[in-house]
T-cell receptor, first 119, second 113 residues
C-alpha cells in the first residue's frame, strides 16, 4: 500500500520550455502533497506544500510563478517548471501523506522522482 | 523554523558491524521523526519512524532512539549487510505544521564485504 507514482521519470529539454511533472497517490487519498528538489549528493529541500483545492504554500526563496503547483484532486498534484533554464536542472521528488489513520503525523511516501535536464 | 543536523556525513563499516547515525533538532515542538533510506537515483524509502511519546523503537536489525530532553535521535543498524549501503536521511516534523518534514543532510553508508 501507500504507492506514489511520479511521471515522467526523466526529461531533457531546451531552455525556455515549460515542463509539467505529475504526482499521483495510487491507493490512498492525499489532501497534502509535498514537492522537493534534490541536488547531487545533497539532502531533500522542500519547495512547496500542495493542498487539495487551495493554493500551494511555498518555502522561502522559491518562486511561485516559476514553479506552478496545482492540486486539483485528492490523488493528483502537478508541478510545472515554467520557462526552464539550465539552473533548474535537478532531481524533483514529490511525496504524499495518507489522510487516513489517527490524524496528526503520518508517514510521507515518495514518488520515484523526475530528473530534469535543461540544455 | 526547524533545523536538523545529521552526523556523520559518511560512514564506512565492515559487514556484520553496527552503524549509528545521529541527528539533532532545534524545535522542541517537533513530535515525529522518520528515517529514510535512499539508494542512488531512487526514491527515499521510509525504514522506521518514532513519535515523541516513545523513547525507542525496533524493527529487526534497525532501531531508533529518541531523547526529547536533549533533542536528538539516532538510528542503529546491527549486523550490517552490503545491501544496507545507501544514503540515510533523518527528518523531523510537527503535526500542526501539516507534517512538513525538515531533513538532515544525509549520511552515506558504505558496508564493506
Amino acid at each position: 500500500g501507500a504507492v506514489v507514482s511520479q511521471h515522467p521519470s526523466r526529461v531533457i529539454c531546451k531552455s525556455g520550455t515549460s515542463v509539467k511533472i505529475e504526482c499521483r497517490s495510487l491507493d490512498f487519498q492525499a489532501t497534502t502533497m509535498f514537492w522537493y528538489r534534490q541536488f547531487p549528493k545533497q539532502s531533500l529541500m522542500l519547495m512547496a506544500t500542495s493542498n487539495e483545492g487551495s493554493k500551494a504554500t511555498y518555502e522561502q526563496g522559491v518562486e511561485k510563478d516559476k514553479f506552478l503547483i496545482n492540486h486539483a484532486s485528492l490523488t493528483l498534484s502537478t508541478l510545472t517548471v515554467t520557462s526552464a533554464h539550465p539552473e533548474d536542472s535537478s532531481f524533483y521528488i514529490c511525496s504524499a501523506r495518507d489522510v487516513g489513520g489517527l490524524g496528526g503525523n503520518q508517514p510521507q511516501h515518495f514518488g520515484d522522482g523526475t530528473r530534469l535536464s535543461i540544455l | 523554523g526547524e533545523n536538523v543536523e545529521q552526523h556523520p556525513s559518511t560512514l564506512s563499516v565492515q559487514e556484520g558491524d553496527s552503524a549509528v547515525i545521529k541527528c539533532t533538532y532545534s524545535d522542541s515542538a517537533s513530535n515525529y521523526f522518520p528515517w529514510y533510506k535512499q539508494e542512488l537515483g531512487k526514491r527515499p524509502q521510509l525504514i522506521i519512524d518514532i513519535r515523541s511519546n516513545v523513547g525507542e523503537k525496533k524493527d529487526q536489525r534497525i532501531a531508533v532512539t529518541l531523547n526529547k530532553t536533549a533533542k536528538h535521535f539516532s538510528l542503529h543498524i546491527t549486523e550490517t549487510q552490503p545491501e544496507d549501503s545507501a544514503v540515510y536521511f533523518c527528518a523531523a516534523s510537527f503535526g500542526a505544521a501539516g507534517n512538513k518534514l525538515t531533513f538532515g543532510g544525509g549520511t552515506r553508508v558504505l558496508v564493506k564485504p
